[in-house]
């Protein structure tokens, strides 16, 4: 059985690939987090920032002998280029994609870039599935037939809810077979949409992002697409460093956003249909440890 | 229309360098209705070029659109005189234009004196709004009239994104999210299962240029 289709809870933890060339970042990144998670997600020149490969990144997490899950996005490659880091992608060991449509250009550092969305990454998603008939998109034979096991995001707090309800249907008969959805703060909103989307049946691992204080929730409130980071939030981490300063207040204002994150886990975890979390810990996978031990989720299940 | 904005002063100085005599063109279509290249714009740019030495012979002012090529090149013959004594020509019209005038006259050069933007509507004047990507295979049909090719950031097919929050685009808060009105519009027709159903990655050859047609005249 694959991993991400245990009965167990499920955790699985995002690394950023380097933003430049040293591999051994990757290793580094993958050794501090993988005794704590299922599998490593690997983004895909998240914010449309130039970073290491997935692909290569992901084969570094399998050299490290972790679980890899390579994201990929529409937004920097069309059909054509998209099949072909596919077959490269399987013919390195890699076998659990994610797709997602990336975000926009303009939001990252080379907002002069030309975007390409030749497809959505509902498309991807059954163009992945096509290839493992066995024939490429032109309806060639393929010189071997890769295997994956796919899957997609959605974002809760999008709208209109009733239509993300529908994508995530759309993913799914696109032959997503799990979904991580973006960082949750504010749990009611994905607890309807588990409940609207309840029928799909869908493998859902709930994003999980630790704040490192109200500076990067206020950043991420206004720079990354689809997150909502609810007043209250923001207002008990400044509460948690008020009064200090330097070192103890970043500790302070650290240690309420690992509590607040291991809050969100188990809020989560009483919500139906939630099979894991997602941890996200942007630029942050030092937090992912203890993180997963404060919830509980420590150790991790023998590989199965 | 064909959307356009005047290149700034600095830049139509800079591409004119070297090149005293000028003859403008303006029209009544896209470049009127844009003010770019109406007659109001054509003496505005004539004064500014004066003002800066050059000399502005007159202007060519093409009922229509510097599109057509036959009512251009008739007004071209009605203005010979200063065409022949010209030494640049400057455009205040689209791309068309330009390069309509560097086919038609090919032994002058003739300079944009536009940016061309978009394919859009116009609300009022001096303001105006995309609507068409000329992608060449309509589905305004499916879409309840709403077209997502040239209307989302990110011309997705099965949208909206996840950046899709009250209404707005990720890429800014200005820009309304279009499945956001394609749903709505499509819920009050009753028509949500156009887009409930996956739609297919799409033949986007329709779309690639250069592309010309012909068109078989009526019976």
Known sequence: MHVLESNDFVVTSE???????????????????????????????????????????????????????????????????????????????????????GDHTLLGSHPEA??????????????????????????????????????STFNPYADP??????????????????????????????????????????????????????????????????????????????????????EKKREATRAEGLLIATEVIRAVRRIKGIHGVHLMGIDWEESIPEIVKSAGLYPRPEVR | MIVMNLKSKEKILEMLDGYNRIVLFGDSGCAQLCDVGGILQLEDMEDFLTKNGKEVLGSVFVEGG?????????????????????DAFLVQACGVATQNLSEILPEKESFPATDSKFLGTMPERFYHKERCAMCGECILDLTA???????????????????????????????????????????????????????????????????????????
Not at chain 1, 124 to 129: E, F, H, M, Q, T
Not at chain 1, 179 to 186: N, V
Not at chain 2, 168 to 188: G, N, P, S, Y
């Open chain 1, 161 to 246: 809810l009733e239509l993300h309800v529908i994508r995530a249907e759309k993913k799914r008969d696109a032959g997503a077979k799990f979904f991580q959805t973006q960082a949750i703060f504010d749990t009611a909103r994905l607890e309807t949409f588990m409940d609207k989307a309840a029928d799909l049946k869908l493998r859902v691992l709930a994003g999980i992002t630790p704040l490192k204080g109200p500076i990067m929730a206020n950043f991420m409130n206004k720079s990354v697409p689809g997150i909502k980071i609810p007043e209250e939030v923001i207002k008990r981490l400044e509460a948690a460093g008020r009064g200090l300063k330097g």
């Open chain 1, 15 to 101: 690394i950023g690939p380097p933003r430049g060339a040293d591999k051994t970042l990757v290793l580094e990144r993958t050794r501090l987090v993988m005794d704590y998670c299922d599998a490593i997600n690997i983004t895909d020149n998240i914010r449309g920032i130039p970073s290491m490969s997935s692909a290569t990144c992901a084969h570094f997490v399998l050299d490290a002998g972790a679980e890899p899950i390579m994201q990929m996005s529409t937004r920097d490659r069309n059909r054509i280029s998209i099949q072909s880091e596919l077959y490269s992608a399987y013919a390195l060991g890699i076998r659990n994609i994610l797709f997602i449509t």
């Open chain 2, 66 to 86: 510097i599109c057509d090529e036959r009512a251009l090149k008739k007004e071209i013959e009605e203005k010979r005189a200063i065409i022949d004594k010209a």
């Open chain 1, 114 to 151: 030309k975007t390409v969305y030749d497809i959505d990454s509902i498309q991807a998603l059954g163009l992945a599935s096509h290839l493992m008939g066995g024939t490429d998109l032109a309806g060639d034979k393929l010189e071997g037939t890769p295997e994956f096991f796919l899957g």
């Open chain 2, 145 to 219: 009239g709403i077209c997502p090719i040239a209307r989302c950031s990110k011309g997705i097919l099965n949208g909206p994104c996840g950046g899709s929050m009250d209404g707005r685009c990720e890429r800014d808060a200005d820009t309304e999210c279009v499945w956001q009105l394609i749903f709505d519009r499509l819920k009050k027709l009753d028509k949500l299962d156009n887009i409930s159903r996956i739609w297919e990655i799409r033949d986007w050859r329709p779309a690639q240029s250069p592309r010309n047609i012909i068109h078989t005249p009526s019976e």
